[in-house]
């Protein structure tokens, strides 16, 4: 039994209606990105038609009703992560911006030789790659904490690995690949013994589990509008107030400054400071929306509808004896509604071209996460995801499609496509 009505929701969003394969579409792309309700859609088209200006410059009516619109998705989005404050919240282009804005914000300027950053076999690229540059132009070096074959992080390697050289410790809430749900607190409470700073990538949790900033005990936190039912252009950095003070903006121009003589600068207070030039006001605006639409929802309710959708997806999984092969925690409650696998002698890619022959979205490839098909021995998985509109119906399809590319496996001719990732 499902908890939420989804039908109710389902008419929410026109997307659901498109006809692919010859049936209504069965959408299973929502780690990559999520479809929008009519409630986003139609906030976006009200501002753009009667409130739109330029935000925080013009004393006239329209920016002064814009500035308050876009200053109010913020609160909303602070009060949907518990934040103490709206001037935590910076909003940003994506996820990876704002791990790149840490990057070049904190860790250029704090970061010296000999020191150590810690992050995860299990991480996206996006919050991987800006650590090992930044590794790369201090002269420091990048550890990295392994998993277990069931999909966990190793816990137990957390003492050995985080020492008094360790200035940030990053991590993702929730693995685009595994699904797995990570333990913040554990990890964040080892990191502070030696006064690291944590950074946490929400990309796949605030989406799909509830995000509460004061108990997750991390210093900074991104996410992505685009995977929340908002907006793409939209997403969050939220950190401490006493770090992002001392912090250095990373994009610097318009909007960041109080005051500039040519020989000095007064920053702008938080958050502007962080929204160099004319910020994606739209978007900002829409992506309150959406966050607006999942409380309503309860996130609480989305997480327990995910965790049933992946509890029958592996029951019925094991009806393919053997024939497919699950990555991830079985106890669908320590994950997200990632459901990661593969056909055997298949390539992930046939698989996926197959399922989209049936009118079934899924990704196909590394996901951005290289190094963690490396460690699982395999260069790349089919993944399903789910969200709050999908159904058992959709699953229940989803399995017999399968079946029919299991059965017919001799007669397909292998995808490959030149290049290893596809994203996201
Ligand atoms: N981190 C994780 C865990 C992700 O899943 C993604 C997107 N797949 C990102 C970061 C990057 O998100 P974006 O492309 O929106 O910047």
Redesign the pocket.
């Known amino acids: 039994m499902l908890l939420l009505n989804v039908d109710e929701i389902r008419r929410d969003f026109p997307l659901l209606e498109r006809v692919v394969g010859g049936r209504k579409i069965v959408y299973f792309d929502n ?2 990105s999520t479809q929008k309700p009519i409630q986003v859609i139609k906030t976006m088209e009200e501002f753009m038609k009667n409130h739109y200006a330029n935000v925080h410059r013009g004393l006239h009516t329209l920016s002064q009703e814009a500035s308050k619109l876009y200053e109010e998705a913020h609160e909303v989005l602070a009060k949907f992560i518990n934040a103490y404050s709206w001037r935590e919240v910076i909003f940003v ?5 704002a ?1 790149n804005t840490i990057a070049y914000g904190w860790a250029l300027w704090n970061i010296r030789e000999g020191d150590e950053i810690v992050v995860t076999v299990m ?2 690229h ?2 991987m790659l800006p650590w090992r540059l930044i590794a790369q132009l201090k002269n420091a070096r990048v550890k990295y904490l392994d998993i277990t074959d069931d999909g966990y992080l190793r816990y137990d390697l957390l003492d050995q690995l985080i020492t008094e050289k360790t200035k940030i410790v990053a991590f ?1 809430l ?3 690949v595994l699904g797995t749900i990570n333990d913040a607190k554990r990890i964040a409470r080892k990191a502070h013994e030696v006064g690291a700073i944590v950074v946490a ?1 929400g ?2 949790s605030v989406p799909h589990i509830p995000t509460n900033v004061r108990e997750l005990e991390v210093d900074f936190l ?1 996410f ?1 509008g ?2 929340m039912l908002g907006p793409t252009g939209s ?1 969050v950095l939220w950190g401490r107030e006493d770090i992002l003070e001392e912090m250095k903006p990373f994009k610097v121009g318009g909007d960041t400054i109080k005051d500039v003589t040519l020989d000095a600068v007064v920053w702008h207070d938080l958050p502007w400071r962080f929204e160099a030039g004319t910020p994606n006001i739209v978007e900002g605006i829409g992506l309150a929306e959406a966050a607006r639409y999942l409380a309503r929802i309860g996130m609480d309710n989305i997480h327990r509808h995910e965790e049933e959708l992946v509890r029958y997806t592996l029951k019925r999984f094991e009806e393919f004896a053997g024939e497919v092969k699950y990555y991830g925690p079985l106890n669908p409650a320590d994950k997200t509604g990632v459901v990661s696998f593969n056909v055997k002698g298949l390539n992930h890619h046939t698989v996926g071209a197959a399922l989209d022959l049936f009118g079934i979205a899924v990704r196909t490839g590394m ?2 996460a290289h190094p963690l098909h490396y460690r699982l021995g395999i260069t790349g998985t089919v993944r399903a995801s789910f969200y709050l509109y999908n159904t058992l119906e959709e699953v229940d399809y989803f399995i017999e499609s399968l079946e029919k590319i299991v059965l017919l496996k001799g007669r397909f001719v292998e995808q490959v496509p030149s290049h290893v990732c596809t ?2």
Do not use: I
């Open positions: 780690a990559a282009n994506n996820t990876t911006e791990l991480d996206h996006s919050n993702p929730a693995s685009n990538d990309a796949q991104a992505s685009h995977k997403g996901h951005c994203g996201t």
